[in-house]
């Protein structure tokens, strides 16, 4: 099964492309702005404004504003933990504490007298609980499956799986027997895992990385009854030629990007440089061509050295007109 902050960007992207992506970590609060702003309904027209929120399940109401006596009311899950301030058309809306189930896409649909409704402001919400780490081809990555947010006692636990997930493939990476205390590895992890700790509180090093190993990775508590409890998650992703390299600040790349591109520019112009003085040579050399056989014919003519005149003509006589 996907992950379920990815599901739910994969809902809201392919219902409301224009609506605003926000992140979130569990417990943390996102703040949301209803406005008439690019809405296409007046405050004069609008007589309430409510908050909706979808997901895979449906569409549920988080709020409704009276505009009349200023009134909000909340949905039952959401009590104590929204806080809204400002008019109708230009509402905050503030909630606290956010949990996985908060997920989903959020709208702003104002209502008028004829209780015809406009969706407004849009807001894909994605909560995550998942911790991104980042490793490298032939390092290694250390995860820690605990009791820490997860439900439960160690009383309850008969065995923890790790589990990597890429897409819609799910593999077991490794399962921890808490009776034999046992380690089972998959074929590909053998010789590259290395566990300690108890039960409850276990870490997992997985060493030379490949690309192949980048995914979702997640603990998963497994009860007598067989039912499981995905507990801590992790976003590994691995690199093969990091483009910054670790001794080099995004600064120092800018810069040498920034030198590599003055100095092309530096080549171009020089080599332009290069091409019209060759042609400006070319033309001089024409030129005082053409000034050297001036000077010459005028040597020539300083000398009586010029080309020999028509003869002359004596004037007709009577003779020639009779």
């Known amino acids: 099964m996907m992950p379920l902050c990815w599901s739910v960007l994969l809902l809201c992207l392919s219902t409301n492309a224009e609506d605003i992506a926000v992140y979130r970590w569990e417990g943390e609060s996102v703040t949301l702005k209803c406005s008439s702003e690019g809405c296409p309904v007046s405050v004069d027209e609008s007589i309430g404004m409510y908050l909706n929120r979808q997901d895979w399940k449906g569409v549920e109401e ?10 909000i009311t909340l949905q039952e899950r959401f009590n104590s933990r929204i806080v809204t301030t400002g008019s109708l058309m230009n509402h905050t809306i503030t909630i606290s504490n956010l949990t996985m189930e908060d997920a989903g896409c959020y709208h702003c649909v104002y209502v008028n007298r004829n209780a015809v409704r ?80 108890s039960l409850m509180n276990h870490t997992i090093t997985i060493s030379s990385l490949t690309m192949e190993d980048l995914g979702f990775y ?67 050399r024409t030129t005082t061509r053409r000034a050297s056989n001036n000077n010459v014919y005028e040597v020539m003519t300083r000398n009586a050295l010029r080309p020999p005149a028509a003869p002359e003509q004596s004037p007709p006589s009577l003779i020639d007109f009779a």
């Open 218 to 284: 997640r603990c998963v508590y497994v009860k007598e009854n067989d039912h499981r409890v995905h507990c801590k998650g992790y976003i590994l992703i691995v690199r093969e030629n990091p483009s910054v390299p670790p001794n080099q600040s995004p600064s120092l790349v800018l810069v040498i990007i920034a030198t590599y591109a003055i100095s092309s520019l530096v080549t171009v112009i020089f080599i332009l440089m290069i091409q019209r003085t060759k042609q400006w040579i070319g033309s001089r």
């Open 118 to 197: 406009f969706k407004c402001n849009g807001y894909t919400l994605v909560v995550r609980d998942d911790i991104l780490v980042y490793g490298r081809v032939g390092g290694s990555i250390t995860f820690k499956c605990s009791c820490e947010g997860c439900p439960g006692s160690v009383e309850e636990y008969t065995g923890l799986s790790l589990y990597r997930q890429v897409f819609q493939e799910k593999e077991e990476v490794l399962y921890y027997h808490r009776q034999t205390g046992n380690i089972s590895p998959q074929k590909q992890f053998i010789n590259r895992i290395e566990t300690t700790g």
């Open 62 to 71: 988080v709020l409704y504003y009276h505009r009349r006596n200023g009134k």
